[in-house]
Structure formats: C-alpha cells, structure tokens
C-alpha cells in the first residue's frame, strides 16, 4: 500500500498541477482568448494562433523557456535580431512598393504615424522608465513587432521585450478592432466617401532603383537600421527583378512562415505569469496602446491637412495606414471607405502611407539606436 501511495504521490508531484499558480492560470485564460480571437474572430491567426499558443506552453511548462528547452533556441534567434530582420525579407518579397513609387507624398503619411512613437516615448519618462526602456517600449506605436523586438534587443532590454513583443503583434493582429472607431471619430462621412484618382503606372526600372535607392540613403545614414531596411529592401529587389522568381517564392512563403512560427511562439512563450503578470507590464501594455492610437490618430489628422490642401482629392482614410502593420492597416482603411460607398477602393492608395510606415518605423528605430550610440 505504502508503494501504491508513493508511487501515485510521484506520479501528481510530476503534472503541472503540483507547480501552477493563480498567475499561470490567468495567463492560461488570457492565452486561450487569444487562440479564440484567433480562430473564431479570424484576427491575423497567423500572429495571434502562434503567440497564444506559446503562452500557453510556457504557463504549462516553463522550463520549456529555460535553457535546453525548445522555446529558448527559438528566443535566441530574437535576442540575435535574426528572426526580426528574416520578417523583414518576407515583407518585402510580399509588398508591392509600388502605390509608394507613384505616391511620394505618402512618405509624409507614415512620417506622421511616427508622433505616436515619439509622443509615447515621453510618457514613458514620465511614468518612470529609463530613457532606453522608454525608446524601446515607444515603438510599439508603430505597430510593428518586428522592429519592437530588434529595438528592445539593441537597447539591453530583454527583461521587458516579453511584454514590448505581445503588446506589439497584439496590437496588429487587433488593427481592425482598434482604428475604425478612431478613423471615424476624426472624419466626416463626406471625407470618408472621397474616391483618389487612379494611381499612375510604374515603371519597371522605377521598381528596381526604388530598393537600392532606399538602402543607400537610409543606411547611410542610419547604419544601425541595416539589417532591417536592407532584408526589406532585399525582399523587394526579388521581387522585382524578375531573375530570381526561386528566392521571391521562398523568402515571401516557405521561409517567411517558418520564422512566424518561431518568432510567434518564442514571443508567447516570453509571458508567464512571473515574467509577465507586474505593474511595469501593465503600464507597458497601456503605453502601447496610447502610442497605436496617437499614431493612428496623427495619420488621419496628417490626411485630412492633405485633403484640404490637394483641394479634396485625398481620402483622409489612407493616413491611418501611416503606422507599419503591413497590410492590415491597409485593409482597415479600404473596409471603413467601403463601407461609406461600396464602390471606393482605397486599398491600393493606402498601401502607399503602409510601406511608408514600415520604412518610417525602422527609421525611428534607427534614431533611437543612434541617440544612444548602438
């Protein structure tokens, strides 16, 4: 008898039970909202089913995150900025440049979403943070995890790039949730029912110059943003030289869906509920969003000056594209104008001020790293 109890008290000291606590639980349940999201809602699956599913695991097993488990290879590869700058390839072997090439003006567009970055970046001083802290976490107001990720790394701060990297792919995967109510509150339903005039045709010479043109200015003056301009840059000189079809395919679907799975899990499995569940995390979750929503917010502001300076021939709409989530904001935007008038298509206009906001957010990355001499 004394075996049986022995052996069956081994048997419980090993589930998870015997070591789980209410933070874990709660971080379980925040997990599996997210996996409903997910599935259900449909909210950019291939993001949120990922990281859901890594706060899952970790709050199961956490040694799954520490040394020799198989998540901390996988988180390696975001301390290495590896996985980051990989995304970037695939982004731009996916991205067609070209509403930006015939729209330069969209550059002001998503320069403008960068006064969320910014504007978060003194409310985090204010709320505490150290300057690097404050930089790192202020990125999420581009809405780019990518560039979250190889900003916190670059800056030292691997203890909160757990709660910077959720909050960051939680807010693009909840673009469609978050920016309409936004977008509308700032425009008129005149406004919203401006049909743009056709972009122009782009030259296949322009697409090839474009890349190559953008990597030696911006990398020339701002070295650090190399990785990431450079593979975006890479991604969409495939693309568009029409001699390496093999690499475009690849980069912009095998490899790009492989890092997501390794980045997505590695960056849910950053978040148990001794890591996550502290007040810093809350202030970092609500600081992002602050950031999403000035940036958002500037965007459309920035569209509407447009509007009236081009006389009305800009849809204020293509603004709130300005932040860098790639091409959901894109999408938002055609969603909301359709839904004013069936029959505007501002997809095309508004991928302009998308790419722009990757370019500019990788850019503002590249000024914080130079502001603190990485």
């Known amino acids: 008898m004394d075996y049986i109890i022995t052996t069956l008290e081994n048997m419980l000291g090993q589930t998870a039970f ?16 997210f996996m409903y999201l997910a599935i259900a809602k449909q909210y950019e699956p291939l993001l ?35 996985l980051p700058s990989l995304i970037f390839l695939g982004v731009g072997a996916l991205t067609d440049f070209g509403p930006l090439i015939a729209n330069p003006k969209s550059f002001l567009l998503g320069a403008s979403a960068q006064f969320g970055v910014f504007g978060a970046y003194i ?6 943070f150290n300057t690097a802290a404050a930089a790192a976490i202020a990125i999420i107001g581009g809405a780019d995890g990518p560039t979250s990720i190889f900003l916190a790394m ?17 807010y693009m995967a ?26 122009r045709p782009v030259s296949k010479k322009e697409r090839i110059l474009f890349p190559i ?15 990431l301009i450079g593979m975006l840059m890479l991604g969409n000189l495939f693309r568009e030289s029409g001699v390496v079809r093999q690499l475009t395919e690849t980069a912009s679907n095998a490899l790009m869906y492989i890092v997501v799975i390794f980045l997505g899990t590695s960056v849910g499995a950053t978040t148990s509920a001794e890591a996550f569940l502290k007040w810093d995390t809350i202030k970092i979750v609500v600081l992002g969003l602050l950031a999403f929503c000035i940036a958002t917010a500037a965007g459309v502001i920035f569209g509407k000056i447009m509007c009236r300076l081009s006389g009305g021939k800009i849809n204020p709409l293509i603004g709130a594209a300005g932040v860098s989530a790639v091409p959901m904001s894109a999408r938002v935007a055609q969603k909301v104008g359709a839904e004013e008038d069936p029959t505007n298509f501002l997809l095309m206009h508004a991928m302009g001020p998308n790419v722009a906001g990757v370019i500019g957010t990788a850019v503002a990355a590249g000024v914080f790293m130079a502001i603190f001499g990485v």
């Open 18 to 33: 015997a070591s789980l606590s209410l933070g874990n639980f709660a971080m379980i349940a925040v997990a599996c909202f």
């Open 48 to 82: 949120l089913l990922p990281i859901s599913f890594g706060m899952l695991l970790v709050n199961i097993y956490p040694p799954i995150m520490e040394e020799g488990g198989l998540l901390y290879y996988f988180f390696k590869l975001d301390e290495w900025t590896i």
């Open 123 to 128: 409310l985090a001083m204010l709320l505490g």
């Open 154 to 170: 670059k800056l030292g701060q691997s203890d909160i790039m757990g709660a910077i990297a959720v909050a960051a792919y939680s």
């Open 174 to 199: 909840l673009v469609p949730i978050i920016q309409p109510p936004i977008m509308k509150a700032l425009t008129t339903k005149e406004e919203r029912a401006i049909k743009m005039s056709q972009l």
């Open 213 to 227: 043109v953008v990597t030696i200015v911006v990398c020339t003056l701002l070295p650090s943003t190399t990785p």
